[in-house]
Nanobody, 118 residues
Framework: QVQLVESGGGLVQPGGSLRLSCATS????????MGWNRQAPGKQREMVAV???????GHADSVQGRFTISRDNAKNTVYLQMNSLKPEDTAVYYC????????????WGQGTQVTVSS
């Protein structure tokens, strides 16, 4: 089992920045990739960033150049640095994990609210 706990969300003005953190515990060595998903009212859930065990990253077009996913293996933590935030970035952000034996992201954290508003 893998447990994920997000933190760092909050209220920020347009153009501002936030850094989300995802603390991992449990069978973390079984994780192949991790990502950040977001869910906003009236919108489909969107995977905004992923990072594999080898360090390869990918970002959705909607956040490319503004968001950066990274990890600190010593701290068992994955981060999402969010810069130049826009109102449309408002959503609940979830940390997700994919095991080495699965083709889907089966583990989800509780989520942290990010609100971008003036």
């Amino acid at each position: 089992q893998v447990q994920l706990v997000e933190s760092g969300g909050g209220l920020v003005q347009p153009g501002g920045s936030l850094r989300l953190s995802c603390a991992t515990s449990g069978s973390i060595f079984s994780i192949y990739a991790m990502g950040w998903n977001r869910q906003a009212p009236g919108k489909q859930r969107e995977m905004v960033a992923v990072i594999t065990s080898s360090g390869t990253t990918g970002h959705a077009d909607s956040v490319q150049g503004r968001f950066t996913i990274s990890r600190d293996n010593a701290k068992n933590t994955v981060y999402l640095q969010m810069n130049s935030l826009k109102p449309e970035d408002t959503a609940v952000y979830y940390c997700t994990a994919r095991s080495r034996t699965s083709s889907t992201y089966d583990y989800w954290g509780q989520g942290t609210q990010v609100t971008v508003s003036s």
